[in-house]
T-cell receptor
């Protein structure tokens, strides 16, 4: 079973920041938080991952709470092309097992 | 440029007729994975290869098998497909199994069993 809980759907206005929450209250010390997204009819696309520090790349920022029980993916300026299902996945360092949960369907509206 | 390539993108086959899906990669990654994604569901790992070592998930049906003849290619064979095997099949790669390296996915093959 997936170790994460995400809201099933969210809307965001184009140009605004999209903040996608994820709860992973049973996360272990050696487990990373990964975010992927899947645009319709495409394979999942890697976005970002982190262990305990906040991370930023060209696509997004990942904010992990100090107790590591939850995280937020931030798309700073959402565009229509960011409409997708976003998956938050907890994965141990030494295990390739990617257990996808149901994800959040983000709809960016004009 | 596509780095994980799946062919074909769409495949239709008859109930019980064997089918093979292919995946190739230009990343020279050690690990290749196959996932099944049914309609409106999340991807589910079927098995993976770490180099030539095959690792099967416990609940993957015996009907599903895989071959990896070399680093670049991996095949998914479904020996006797049933209607319930209609799904998107996704191939992914990663540099190592025991690391924090992300997986890179292809765009999948959408398989329909009639």
């Amino acid at each position: 079973d997936a170790k994460t809980t995400q809201p099933p759907s969210m809307d965001c206005a184009e140009g605004r920041a999209a903040n996608l929450p994820c709860n992973h209250s049973t996360i272990s010390g050696n487990e990373y938080v990964y975010w992927y997204r899947q645009i319709h009819s495409q394979g999942p696309q890697y976005i970002i991952h982190g262990l305990k520090n906040n991370e930023t790349n060209e696509m997004a920022s990942l904010i992990i709470t100090e107790d590591r029980k939850s995280s937020t993916l931030i798309l700073p300026h959402a565009t229509l092309r960011d409409t997708a299902v976003y998956y938050c996945i907890v994965r141990p360092y030494n295990n390739n097992d990617m257990r996808f949960g149901a994800g959040t369907r983000l709809t960016v509206k004009p | 440029d596509a780095m994980v390539i799946q062919n074909p993108r769409y495949q239709v086959t008859q109930f019980g007729k064997p089918v093979t899906l292919s995946c190739s990669q230009t990343l020279n990654h050690n690990v290749m994975y196959w996932y099944q994604q049914k309609s409106s569901q999340a991807p589910k790992l079927l098995f993976h290869y770490y180099d030539k070592d095959f690792n099967n998930e416990a609940d993957t049906p015996d009907n599903f098998q895989s071959r990896r003849p070399n680093t670049s290619f991996c095949f998914l064979d479904i020996r006797s497909p049933g209607l319930g095997d209609t799904a998107m099949y996704l191939c992914a790669t990663s540099r190592e199994a025991e690391s924090n390296q992300p997986q890179h996915f292809g765009d999948g093959t959408r398989l329909s069993i009639l």
